[in-house]
């Protein structure tokens, strides 16, 4: 019966050590020198699991180990065992399975292979110890490299390829995950690749299963060296430093200390993972894969991950020579380099994972920020057939008394005047941009070409951005555009952010910043970086501004059609806001030398953002620079730039104090408090015009100066003479004019035949003469005014065009964008027309000015003084 049992023990210990030489392959000469310990440690296992364990045959081999399937007598289950290969240099591979076996018995994650069991062998002919585990078995184990080119032969369609590339990024997230434990634990695994990342099938799912941590350490704060192993072609830099190769070409170690260690190496070799695996797809599928969503996301992604240490086009091609073996895909990213992703790259796992979550996860994003769900139940009503959503956390910001205080705010100062239904406010247009950058929020996140704003802006960015929409106009004041045309300080974007940061209180005791801070999660300094970049060259940052202040912002979007229709005209409507918004992208933008992200559009949406140019053309025209809107603006104007500073207690820097405190501690400010101010510390002249403003009362117009095109000799327009002239010296041309126009007027009225004029006709003509005359010789006659082109972007931001994706072929270089013909060859031009150069006077004297002196004697006189001042 023993004799039976050696027999069958025997037969099968051959048989074992004969899987192990299959798996050798054509190493011959490896086995030869390996296989005879191979069988006496095959023997000494047999011994040492009887009764538990039952090997079954070895099915892997590595470079440090030979893997055998065993199968557990008591619950009859299959498991692998992990034994290391007697090589030359065996201490270093017995010393990587020690290793292996201390980590992954210290922890424990779905994505990591786990151990069940470890012991060691004493192997006496060479007195050495080998270690042993048993872990997870995998039935028809398949690493990554190989799972991936299995199921791409698979692939017959794009949808197909489309299904290929979400299990692959669901593959990555687990990945992901396990390096997350490890990291969390203080492990760095050093050795991430594809063929260390095993594949385990499911009835639903493909689970990974990071292996192999022969290598992985502890990070300590040591500075004493110590071994480390990688392979080459994922390492990061810094490991590449001073290297010698291990039994492999690729296999590498060195000495490194331990307070060297940095968690980037694992997500840097992660991230030549994730290209290596698209490399394998591109090269099958190169026509359609670039275009597809999830390969473009992956593919960031792996460039953000490196680092920035990205390769150039000649370091690629290098490298392609240096590693035949392995397949290579770009490590930039459309026309973004090494130095972009320099300030794009990930800091730690956390963030890879979080933007994993998004591709995987995406309507996650709405769960957690209700206003940006369609279908919120509780909704306001504050644009022409769009309701929005409305939440608890944004009703407190709007109930706020610095927000509630928008409502004495009018959009338009004293428009109404001119347009009389224009009597809507700031509060109004603030909760209508808020609408509007929800839209656009979702619009880009949903981009289905471009994975940038789904990627870089996270969940707290987008809440910032949010309410930078909502309280960018926080600060306004009446004639607040007006008054900071004078004085930069009292700029309506610095009293934002003093309000944002102000100590006022609402009904529920608490500031705005305490509001945002506990209910939004958020920073105020976010959104106030928002409003105004504190970094010009922050790519997230200036992205996000654009969304507040580009030509087709949010804050245009709605002033230009909320305008419109409460002013009953019909230029903001013809805007296709739903075309715009369905086509919204991140432009990135490459020239000057430098990088920006902006919003722009993909081509389909030309017209309809061509659109938005031509009706704020025209409501310029016909609006917001009406020759009676400019009258009254030009009045206040005159007004402030009168102030009396022979008063003992009144300068411009009071007044501009006055002011502050008005703006920041009174509520309820308005239009005639502001004009109140005004007039209590201007000159005479300043108080009439005020008062006239509040009677709405204003000055005529008697010339206007259009824009002409410059001459080929290069010299200045009529236009930027006089423009030049009120810039170098405003009063003092003024009082040119008026003392030539004065003269002319006398001239011209001692010429005029008044044989067929009555007497009574003849006395109220000498009594308007002489009140004219007077009102010249005062220097109250005339206001001049001119105006600087709004080009409608600070940042000189064009609309960009990008051509959809999916219409361009395999080599067609044309994804890079261009700028609107219209917006280029055509916006600056109608802007330029709107531009106008006005010369207003004292309504009681016009008619007879007009009557003494035609247009081309005032054009004389307009010419004359010009001429005097230059």
């Known amino acids: 019966m023993n004799d039976k049992s050696d027999l069958n023990n025997e037969a099968k210990i051959e048989a074992i050590v004969a899987s192990v030489k299959e798996l050798y392959g054509d190493k011959e000469k490896e086995f030869k020198k390996e296989g005879k310990v191979i069988e006496d440690l095959v023997r000494l296992l047999q011994e040492k699991l009887e009764g538990r364990y039952e090997i079954i045959k070895a099915i892997g081999i590595g470079g440090s180990a030979v893997i055998f399937k065993v199968k557990d007598r008591n619950l009859h289950n299959f498991y692998a065992l992990k034994?290391?290969?007697?090589?030359?240099?065996?201490?270093?591979?017995?010393?990587?399975?020690?290793?292996?076996?201390?980590?992954?018995?210290?922890?424990?994650?779905?994505?990591?292979?786990?151990?069940?069991?470890?012991?060691?062998?004493d192997y006496t002919k060479n007195n050495g110890k080998y270690p042993y585990y048993i872990m997870d078995y995998i039935e028809d184990a398949q690493d990554l490299e190989k799972a991936i080119k299995t199921k791409i032969e698979e692939v017959n369609s794009s949808e197909e390829l489309n299904s290929l590339l979400e299990w692959l990024a669901n593959i990555i997230f687990g990945v992901a995950k396990a390096t997350l434990c490890l990291h969390k634990n203080n492990i760095i695994h050093f050795d991430i690749k594809p063929k260390n990342i095993l594949i385990k099938q499911e009835t639903e799912t493909d689970i990974p299963l990071l292996s192999d941590l022969g290598f992985a350490k502890f990070i300590k704060s040591e500075d004493r060296n110590t071994n480390v192993g990688f392979t080459l072609f994922y390492a990061h830099?810094?490991?590449?430093?001073?290297?010698?190769?291990?039994?492999?070409?690729?296999?590498?170690?060195?000495?490194?200390?331990?307070?060297?260690?940095?968690?980037?190496?694992?997500?840097?070799?992660?991230?030549?993972?994730?290209?290596?695996?698209?490399?394998?797809?591109?090269?099958?599928?190169?026509?359609?894969?670039?275009?597809?969503?999830?390969?473009?996301?992956?593919?960031?992604?792996?460039?953000?991950?490196?680092?920035?240490?990205?390769?150039?086009?000649?370091?690629?091609?290098?490298?392609?020579?240096?590693?035949?073996?392995?397949?290579?895909?770009?490590?930039?990213?459309?026309?973004?380099?090494?130095?972009?992703?320099?300030?794009?790259?990930?800091?730690?796992?956390?963030?890879?994972?979080?933007?994993?979550?998004?591709?995987?996860?995406?309507?996650?994003?709405?769960?957690?920020?209700?206003?940006?769900?369609?279908?919120?139940?509780?909704?306001?009503?504050n644009s022409l057939?769009?309701?929005?959503?409305?939440?608890?956390?944004?009703?407190?910001?709007?109930?706020?008394?610095?927000?509630?205080?928008?409502?004495?705010?009018?959009?338009?100062?004293?428009?109404?005047?001119?347009?009389?239904?224009?009597?809507?406010?700031?509060?109004?247009?603030?909760?209508?941009?808020?609408?509007?950058?929800?839209?656009?929020?979702?619009?880009?996140?949903?981009?289905?070409?471009?994975?940038?704003?789904?990627?870089?802006?996270?969940?707290?960015?987008?809440?910032?951005?949010?309410?930078?929409?909502?309280?960018?106009?926080?600060?306004?004041?009446?004639?607040?555009?007006?008054?900071?045309?004078?004085?930069?300080?009292?700029?309506?974007e610095n009293f934002t952010q003093e309000f944002l940061d102000s100590n006022i209180k609402g009904d529920i005791e608490k500031t705005l910043k305490m509001i945002i801070k506990e209910f939004w999660g958020i920073s105020i300094e976010l959104i106030k970086n928002i409003l105004i970049p504190q970094n010009k060259e922050d790519l997230i940052f200036g992205l996000l501004h654009s969304i507040i202040d580009s030509p087709i912002d949010v804050d245009k979007i709605d002033y230009l059609i909320r305008d419109s229709i409460n002013c009953n005209l019909p230029y903001g409507l013809s805007i296709d806001t739903d075309r715009i918004i369905r086509n919204l992208t991140v432009i990135i933008d490459k020239s000057g030398n430098k990088t920006r992200f902006y919003i722009g559009l993909y081509e389909k949406a030309q017209t309809a953002a061509e659109s938005l140019i031509f009706a704020r053309y025209m409501l310029y025209q016909s609006l917001y620079w009406h020759h009676?809107?400019?009258?009254?603006?030009?009045?206040?104007?005159?007004?402030?730039?009168?102030?009396?500073?022979?008063?003992?207690?009144?300068?411009?820097?009071?007044?501009?104090?006055?002011?502050?405190?008005?703006?920041?501690?009174?509520?309820?400010?308005?239009?005639?408090?502001?004009?109140?101010?005004?007039?209590?510390?201007?000159?005479?002249?300043?108080?009439?015009?005020?008062?006239?403003?509040?009677?709405?009362?204003?000055?005529?117009?008697?010339?206007t100066i259009h824009d002409k095109p410059t001459t080929s000799s290069g010299q200045k327009t009529f236009l930027e003479k006089y423009t030049?002239?009120?810039?170098?010296?405003?009063?003092?041309?003024?009082?040119?004019?008026?003392?030539?126009?004065?003269?002319?007027?006398?001239?011209?009225?001692?010429?005029?035949?008044?044989?067929?004029?009555?007497?009574?006709?003849?006395?109220?003509?000498?009594?308007?003469?002489?009140?004219?005359?007077?009102?010249?010789?005062?220097?109250?006659?005339?206001?001049?005014?001119?105006?600087?082109?709004?080009?409608?972007?600070?940042?000189?931001?064009?609309?960009?065009?990008?051509?959809?994706?999916?219409?361009?072929?395999?080599?067609?270089?044309?994804?890079?964008?261009?700028?609107?013909?219209?917006y280029n060859n055509i916006h600056y031009n109608l802007m330029n027309i709107c531009t106008k150069g006005r010369v207003f006077c004292t309504p009681k004297i016009r008619n007879l000015l007009f009557r003494i002196l035609n247009y081309d004697i005032i054009l004389e006189c307009i010419s004359e003084a010009i001429n005097n001042i230059a």
């Open 628 to 703: 009676t809107v400019r009258s009254y603006k030009s009045m206040i104007k005159t007004a402030i730039k009168s102030l009396d500073i022979s008063k003992v207690d009144i300068s411009e820097s009071t007044f501009i104090e006055e002011l502050k405190i008005q703006i920041m501690n009174n509520i309820n400010i308005d239009e005639n408090k502001v004009l109140d101010l005004i007039q209590e510390n201007a000159n005479d002249f300043g108080f009439s015009l005020i008062e006239m403003v509040k009677k709405r009362k204003y000055f005529k117009r008697i010339f």
């Open 83 to 121: 034994l290391p290969r007697p090589k030359a240099e065996k201490q270093i591979l017995i010393d990587s399975i020690k290793n292996e076996m201390n980590i992954l018995s210290t922890i424990k994650h779905e994505n990591l292979i786990s151990i069940y069991y470890a012991d060691e062998l």
């Open 385 to 492: 057939n769009k309701s929005a959503p409305f939440s608890q956390r944004m009703k407190f910001i709007v109930d706020h008394p610095i927000f509630l205080r928008l409502k004495n705010i009018p959009q338009l100062t004293l428009v109404n005047t001119v347009y009389p239904t224009a009597n809507h406010n700031r509060f109004e247009h603030s909760l209508g941009a808020f609408e509007k950058c929800c839209d656009y929020v979702l619009a880009l996140y949903k981009d289905p070409y471009n994975p940038l704003f789904r990627q870089l802006i996270n969940e707290e960015k987008i809440k910032a951005v949010l309410l930078a929409s909502l309280l960018h106009d926080l600060g306004q004041y009446p004639f607040a555009h007006t008054i900071e045309e004078l004085y930069k300080v009292l700029n309506h």
């Open 237 to 381: 830099r810094k490991l590449r430093a001073e290297y010698q190769h291990g039994s492999s070409k690729n296999k590498i170690s060195k000495e490194m200390k331990y307070n060297d260690f940095e968690m980037i190496f694992d997500i840097f070799a992660l991230g030549k993972s994730i290209l290596e695996l698209l490399s394998i797809i591109y090269s099958k599928f190169s026509r359609i894969s670039r275009f597809i969503y999830h390969f473009a996301y992956l593919h960031l992604m792996a460039c953000r991950m490196l680092d920035g240490e990205n390769m150039t086009l000649s370091q690629y091609e290098k490298n392609c020579k240096d590693f035949p073996d392995i397949c290579f895909f770009f490590e930039e990213w459309r026309g973004l380099n090494a130095f972009d992703f320099e300030k794009l790259k990930y800091n730690n796992i956390e963030e890879v994972i979080i933007d994993l979550r998004k591709l995987i996860f995406p309507n996650a994003l709405i769960r957690n920020i209700p206003e940006l769900d369609v279908h919120f139940p509780s909704r306001i009503q």
């Open 724 to 822: 030049h002239v009120l810039l170098k010296d405003e009063k003092k041309f003024k009082e040119e004019l008026e003392k030539i126009i004065k003269k002319r007027f006398n001239q011209q009225y001692d010429t005029i035949s008044i044989s067929k004029l009555d007497k009574k006709t003849i006395t109220l003509s000498e009594k308007r003469k002489d009140n004219l005359v007077e009102k010249f010789e005062k220097n109250n006659a005339l206001i001049c005014d001119y105006l600087e082109p709004s080009y409608g972007a600070k940042d000189e931001i064009k609309i960009r065009l990008v051509i959809l994706p999916k219409t361009l072929s395999e080599n067609d270089s044309r994804i890079n964008n261009r700028i609107s013909e219209v």
